[in-house]
């Protein structure tokens, strides 16, 4: 058989359309449309809300905030912007203060609220952390209903020590009610957000910011009802937060995809793996992955790893598997190979007949970082986010 009969084969068997290019339906934007685009999008926020964009309403408010006070102190931007800011948005003064009560009301990130009942009423000074460890457990007080949390705690704890969950680092958008987290080796679970919006003015406008008071069960029977904005300042300085479950994460993940019954089909497998390969190159390398699909059980798609390039021509042990109903799961593996595309292993492999391999389905990441991936990709999240292989961590995209 030719080399072209052999790609005239190639093409004409392509059943989900992955040779075929599709013109593009818009000519790509130079950096200039790309910078007034992106500023439409804040004056749209604008013209809709009658405010500017907040930090602390959600992600994608946040990232309008975050991009226009970046315009603004950009002067190149704002000069070519100018025309097209109808709301006088990048048309900001520089700040004046001319007295404390300028100053109290521009603190829009709370560094000077508290507790306390004045700034003014001060008898013992005690050092920042000392004061804030203080404050986190005099407004304690017993849980009378703590019988009903006993078992969470107890499982919680057992999740932990089997590793069922993981302590991962505490983030703004980590804050939700019906968690667990942990603040100096104490473990608490957030039972209720009484949520409150503080409307603040400034000169630049109004700004809305989320606060209230909170419910906190804490392991040793006792709860707690400081500010949210207090426990996210104390979690922030000092705390970690508890992954799910991710037996959990794996039921939620069918739940999200599709109501499961005897009618629904079965679609294939999203899978995790670690390679048993003895070779020192790959051997050595920590946090390996394979995430990968297959349409029949993993078990039987491996079986014959040792003699597939794929597997690095090694036998592998599974770490996870999905199963997927009534959607596409090479969509699904797509996406997590374009999360992580920046920390894809780079290596050839040869096959028993010497041929040359590159593959490209195994990822260097910590496996909580992959959980986490496929949580994010099950809520949509992950679209807002990237990878940093770096610094290991999932970062936003802005």
């Keep these: 058989m030719d080399k072209n009969k052999i790609l005239e084969e190639i093409f004409a068997n392509d059943p989900f359309g992955i040779l075929t290019v599709k013109p593009a339906s818009n000519p790509a934007r130079n950096e200039e449309e790309r910078l007034i685009a992106s500023f439409h999008e804040i004056n749209e926020f604008y013209e809709k809300n009658k405010r ?17 006070k970046g315009l603004r102190e950009n002067s190149n931007k704002v000069e070519i912007l100018k025309n ?34 004045s700034i003014f009423t001060l008898k013992h000074v005690k050092k920042q952390d000392e004061r804030a460890s203080t404050d986190f457990v005099a407004k304690r007080k ?7 949390y006993e078992e969470l705690f107890k499982s919680c704890q057992s999740d932990l020590k089997n590793k069922k969950r993981k302590l991962l680092k505490f983030k703004q958008e980590s804050l939700r009610e019906k968690e667990f987290y942990v603040h100096n080796g104490v473990l608490l679970f957030l039972e209720s957000i009484f949520s409150q919006e503080k409307k603040q003015e400034f000169k630049t406008g109004s700004r809305v910011r989320k606060d209230g008071r909170t419910r906190i069960i804490f392991e040793n029977g006792t709860e707690s009802n400081m500010l ?11 705390g970690q937060t508890v992954s799910e479950n991710i037996e959990k994460v794996n039921e939620i993940f069918a739940e999200k995809f599709s109501n499961v019954t005897d009618e629904d089909k079965e679609a ?14 790959i051997k050595e390398i920590q946090n390996l992955y394979k995430i990968g ?47 992580f595309g920046e920390s894809c292993l780079s290596l050839d492999v040869f096959d028993e007949e010497g041929n040359r ?3 490209r389905e195994w990822f260097i990441a910590p496996l909580y970082i992959i959980e986490e991936a496929v949580r994010m990709a099950i809520s949509g999240e992950i679209l807002n986010y990237r990878y940093d292989s770096t610094k290991e961590e999932i970062v936003s995209r802005e």
């Design 52 to 68: 500017e964009p907040n930090q602390t309403n959600g992600i994608q408010e946040h990232q309008l905030y975050t991009r226009l």
């Design 268 to 281: 294939g497998f999203i899978y995790i793996l670690k390679s048993k390969s003895p070779k020192k190159e």
């Design 228 to 238: 949210y904005r207090s426990l996210y300042k104390i979690l922030l300085a000092n």
């Design 357 to 359: 391999h590159t593959p």
């Design 142 to 148: 017993v849980c009378k209903d703590f019988k009903k």
């Design 84 to 117: 097209h800011d109808p709301f006088g948005l990048l048309a900001i003064k520089p700040k004046e203060f001319n007295s404390l009560e300028d100053i109290f009301s521009d603190d829009s990130l709370g560094l000077l609220e508290d507790d306390s009942e």
């Design 293 to 339: 699909y297959s349409t029949v059980a993993v078990e039987e798609r491996i079986k014959n790893a040792n003699k597939e390039p794929t597997y690095l021509m090694a036998d592998v042990h599974i770490v996870m598997i999905y199963k997927c109903f009534n959607m596409n799961p090479q969509k699904l593996e797509h996406i997590l190979h374009t999360f």
